[in-house]
């Protein structure tokens, strides 16, 4: 069993900055993948950044130059932190993996996701 959880939401104020973190626990053994994504009320949900196993970083054109995915695999963990936010920014941040299990299977997982709100 695998578990995904997302931490490090809440309110800023438009510029600020945030750090979200995504830690998997259970029978991990590696994660090949893992994506950010956020969900604004009413909109599609959007892909943000990605990074791959080698690293290999991508981000919606929406965040380049705001936002830096990173991750630790020692920790199995990813982080994405957020600068310069704006009120458009304003989401359910969740974050998705392809773990390999310690099983040797690969799956993708879902954390249940973290609010951020960005306001005056």
């Known amino acids: 069993q695998v578990q995904l959880v997302e931490s490090g939401g809440g309110s800023v104020q438009p510029g600020g900055s945030l750090s979200l973190s995504c830690v998997a626990s259970g029978s991990v053994f590696a994660i090949k993948q893992a994506d950010w994504y956020r969900q604004a009320p009413g909109k599609e949900r959007e892909l943000v950044a990605t990074?791959?196993?080698?690293?290999?970083?991508n981000y919606a054109d929406s965040v380049k130059g705001r936002f830096t995915i990173s991750r630790d695999s020692a920790k199995n963990t990813v982080y994405l932190q957020m600068s310069s936010l704006q009120p458009e920014d304003t989401a359910v941040y969740l974050c998705?993996?392809?773990?390999?299990?310690?099983?040797?299977?690969?799956?993708?997982?879902w954390g249940q996701g973290t609010q951020v709100t960005v306001s005056s």
């Open positions: 998705s993996a392809q773990i390999v299990t310690t099983q040797f299977t690969t799956s993708t997982y």
């Open positions: 990074i791959n196993v080698r690293s290999v970083i």
